[in-house]
């Protein structure tokens, strides 16, 4: 966001990184359990959407099955990688086919500018998670 001078609501929308007047979030889980290496697990190392259990979409109807709701047609595994991709992307990619035919910004400055997320639940655990912007 970009509010102005003097920064309207005291956010100027600048927060180190990426173009100024922007402001992108993401959700990784780190690749180690030490918060001194942080770097994001890939999905053959994810372990907390692995463990997703049940997701609540912002358009999502609450009434239908929660893991295939938004995805009508995929498995519960193949959900679990879209949200995964979804909320790595700050919402810009939704599918492993738009990874290869997309290219993200690394400091996400062509990622939505507001993306809903989603409500999650998983397996009880301990997931260390980052956010690689910001």
Sequence with gaps: HNNGNPAGDGQAGDAGEGTGGTDRHNVVELKRRHFGESFPATWEENTMFDNLLDVV??????????????????????????????????????????????????????????????????????????????
């Design 57 to 134: 979409g912002a358009s999502r109807d609450p009434n239908t099955n929660p893991l295939v709701a938004q995805d009508a047609n995929a498995q519960p595994d193949d959900v679990r990688l879209r949200w995964a991709l979804r909320m790595a992307t700050a919402g810009y990619m939704n599918t492993p086919d738009e990874a290869t035919d997309k290219n993200l910004n690394p400091t996400l400055n062509n990622a939505p500018a507001s993306f809903a997320g989603g409500l999650f639940r998983f397996r009880a655990g301990h997931y260390n998670y980052m956010c690689t912007r910001n």
